[in-house]
């Protein structure tokens, strides 16, 4: 008889985690695989995947570093993670955004469920005829500052699931590989680019 699984995480909810993850495609990290690379063997990928996240033993591999641009001068630096670990973070997306997604603010459109930036050109117009005025600002560096105590935090506030608290916590500390090669640690701030990151940003 074969031992239970430290942690209970469905096969199928990998499955839409592909899914999704191959909806959206993207590039490839640091192994340079690409998403028709991982399909080439897709089921023995996906149940590697699974078998490491329900045992516990899967460790986030460092995110490929990519230098894009900004439009008011500077770069952005973002951290691209393999074809394997965007599945893996889409996996805990699934199971951990539910638990959130009741305490935002209606007109909260960033990285929201069936929400997009349509939605909130579109309610902005309407409020146009009821204030006549308008407050911007921006976060600055928001992603790369988070602390990630004050960060796992919350996320306790919001889920006892193990596994996902578990998980959340290792993906936290994914080094960054740069483009010279050197690896860059983690302390504060989630990566720009992961999966998991928007709704930890949101939360």
């Known amino acids: 008889m074969k031992a239970a699984k430290p942690f209970n995480i469905p096969k199928t909810l990998v499955w839409e985690a592909f899914k999704l993850v191959k909806a959206n495609q993207g590039s490839a990290g640091i192994d340079q695989k690409s998403l028709e690379d991982f399909e080439q063997n897709l089921s023995g990928n996906l149940y590697k995947l699974w078998n490491r996240l329900s045992s516990g033993t899967y460790f986030p591999p460092a995110v490929q570093g990519v230098a894009i641009p900004k439009k008011q001068g500077g770069e952005r630096v973002l951290g691209?993670?393999?074809?394997?670990?965007?599945?893996?973070?889409?996996?805990?997306?699934?199971?951990?955004?539910?638990?959130?997604?009741?305490?935002?603010?209606?007109?909260?459109?960033?990285?929201?469920?069936?929400?997009?930036?349509?939605?909130?050109?579109?309610?902005?117009?309407?409020?146009?005829?009821?204030?006549?005025?308008?407050?911007?600002?921006?976060?600055?560096?928001?992603?790369?500052?988070?602390?990630?105590?004050?960060?796992?935090?919350?996320?306790?506030?919001?889920?006892?699931?193990?596994?996902?608290?578990?998980?959340?916590?290792?993906?936290?500390?994914?080094?960054?590989?740069?483009s010279d090669g050197k690896l860059v640690k983690r302390t504060l701030g989630t990566p720009q680019g992961g999966v998991i990151s928007p709704v930890l940003n949101v939360n």
């Open 80 to 178: 691209i993670p393999t074809v394997s670990d965007r599945i893996a973070q889409m996996t805990i997306k699934l199971a951990f955004e539910p638990c959130v997604e009741p305490h935002f603010l209606d007109d909260s459109y960033g990285y929201r469920p069936n929400k997009s930036a349509l939605d909130a050109v579109g309610i902005t117009r309407q409020r146009c005829w009821q204030y006549n005025w308008l407050l911007e600002f921006d976060i600055k560096g928001l992603f790369d500052h988070i602390d990630h105590e004050l960060l796992m935090k919350a996320v306790r506030k919001h889920t006892n699931n193990r596994w996902i608290i578990f998980y959340i916590k290792r993906w936290l500390k994914a080094p960054m590989q740069m």
